[in-house]
T-cell receptor, first 113, second 111 residues
Framework: SQQGEEDPQALSIQEGENATMNCSYKTSINNLQWYRQNSGRGLVHLILIRSNEREKHSGRLRVTLDTSKKSSSLLITASRAADTASYFCATGDFSGGYNKLIFGAGTRLAVHP | DAGVIQSPRHEVTEMGQEVTLRCKPISGHNSLFWYRQTMMRGLELLIYFNNNVPIDDSGMPEDRFSAKMPNASFSTLKIQPSEPRDSAVYFC?????????FGPGTRLLVL
């Protein structure tokens, strides 16, 4: 079953614009991660934010986490055509004795030149 | 660094045949995961190994699926007999800490 639900399901923007994707989840977490998947490829880890953190940056990526609302957002600034991909949030907890990741359905981002 | 290696990249087989998917994790990683991705169900965890030992196989769909990890550098996922509903992309991922590193996947089509 999916823990994280991404919103929107699909996003279409022009190069240079910012892209914001949201993720909501249901249960307590230890960490939340964002992954990118290009068509026909495996998932690539982008950024990890822990439950005691509120914001994290990595290059053009900015991730926020609001544990009171059980939600996270991924902001890609100054988007490029190469950012076209599906983006997944994954929640991790240690309830099973390890960092089991539960992935959402993903947001399909299309960046047009 | 070679990353996670999976083979074959594509597999087309007929219903009832045995299918074996292979994975070589990143050297030094002690955790290995097998996932299945479909349009309908998204990305699902099938099984998790730690130090070559299966820890969580609650996601394995049924007895037709089995996974092994005979050593730290090799794992297999076997489906016997295969069915059309097994058609999906199967990913292997490895990790040392919380971040998982995915292989390119095996696209399986069962006719």
């Amino acid at each position: 079953s999916q823990q994280g639900e991404e919103d929107p399901q699909a996003l279409s923007i022009q190069e240079g614009e910012n892209a914001t994707m949201n993720c909501s989840y249901k249960t307590s977490i230890n960490n939340l991660q964002w992954y990118r998947q290009n068509s026909g490829r495996g998932l690539v880890h982008l950024i990890l934010i822990r439950s005691n953190e509120r914001e994290k940056h990595s290059g053009r990526l900015r991730v926020t986490l609001d544990t009171s609302k059980k939600s996270s957002s991924l902001l890609i600034t100054a988007s490029r055509a190469a950012d076209t991909a599906s983006y997944f949030c994954a929640t991790g907890d240690f309830s099973g004795g390890y960092n089991k990741l539960i992935f959402g359905a993903g947001t399909r981002l299309a960046v047009h030149p | 660094d070679a990353g996670v290696i999976q083979s074959p990249r594509h597999e087309v087989t007929e219903m009832g045949q045995e299918v074996t998917l292979r994975c070589k994790p990143i050297s030094g990683h002690n955790s290995l995961f097998w996932y299945r991705q479909t349009m309908m169900r998204g990305l699902e965890l099938l099984i998790y190994f730690n130090n070559n030992v299966p820890i969580d196989d609650s996601g394995m769909p049924e007895d037709r699926f089995s996974a092994k990890m005979p050593n730290a550098s090799f794992s297999t996922l076997k489906i016997q007999p295969s069915e059309p509903r097994d058609s999906a992309v199967y990913f292997c991922a490895s990790s040392l800490l919380e971040t998982q590193y995915f292989g390119p996947g095996t696209r399986l089509l069962v006719l």
